[in-house]
């Protein structure tokens, strides 16, 4: 048999960041099990008990991690999509040792090259992997935020390739503004935030 492609089907993140639980319940009633995040402090007091009251959900951070935050960050959520550096991945290994936890980590790509941006170059992915692979965290995939206002069709073609080249089951790319263009090029997780729940103040 030829031409017989498997496609997988992106699942979305609800981004659910600054909005409040009233505005998330119906989702959860709704059977939405994948919600994101990028302050650990919020998400602490937004899904701490919910969470225990359906364990079901998954819960992604999606922000800047700061090494002071691990602690808390790895109690509570089920995947990290942020991590860039050998110290953050130290630390949730230490963590989540601790806890007896493993949660699920995406290595964070640079991939326009900016620098006022989060995230590993490109050159780098391979040795930060190497080392998380090193310290028992189980890296998942790559997750990446193109430079806004370009053609981020460009930048999720490349990320395609080198998850390709590296066999992660997991792609994070895709928001709003691109989450059709993510979702051509093969990302697993898309992350939206507005389109969902309505303009961020
Ligand atoms: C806020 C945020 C999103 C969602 O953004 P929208 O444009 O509202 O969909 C996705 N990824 C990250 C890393 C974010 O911080």
Redesign the pocket.
């Known amino acids: 048999m030829t031409g017989l492609n498997i496609i997988k089907l992106p699942k979305i993140i609800a ?1 659910s ?1 600054t909005f409040k639980m009233d505005k998330i319940l119906p989702l959860i009633e709704h059977g939405h099990i994948d919600f ?1 995040e ?1 302050k650990v402090q919020e998400a602490i007091d937004k899904w701490t008990d919910l969470k225990e009251k359906k364990p079901n959900i998954q819960l992604h951070m ?2 800047k991690l700061q090494t002071n935050k691990v602690k808390f960050a790895v109690k509570l959520f089920d995947y990290i ?1 942020s991590v860039d550096s050998e110290k953050l991945a130290k630390k949730i290994a230490e963590e989540q040792l601790k806890i007896n936890r493993q949660i699920k980590i995406f290595i964070q790509v640079n991939i326009g090259d900016e620098d006022q941006k989060a995230g590993v170059r490109v050159e780098q992915v391979t040795s930060l992997f190497e080392f998380c692979m090193g310290i028992n965290l189980n890296v998942v995939g790559l997750m990446c ?1 193109p430079p806004v206002g370009t053609e981020t069709s460009f930048y999720f073609k490349e990320m395609e390739k080198i998850s390709r080249s590296h066999k992660f089951s997991e792609l994070s790319m895709g ?3 691109d989450y059709l263009e993510a979702a051509k090029n093969n990302s697993t997780y898309l ?5 969902i729940f309505g303009q ?1 103040n």
């Not at 992350?191 to 389109?195: K, P, T």
């Open positions: 981004v960041k994101g990028n999606i922000g999509h935020i928001m709003s503004s992350r939206i935030g507005s389109r961020r």
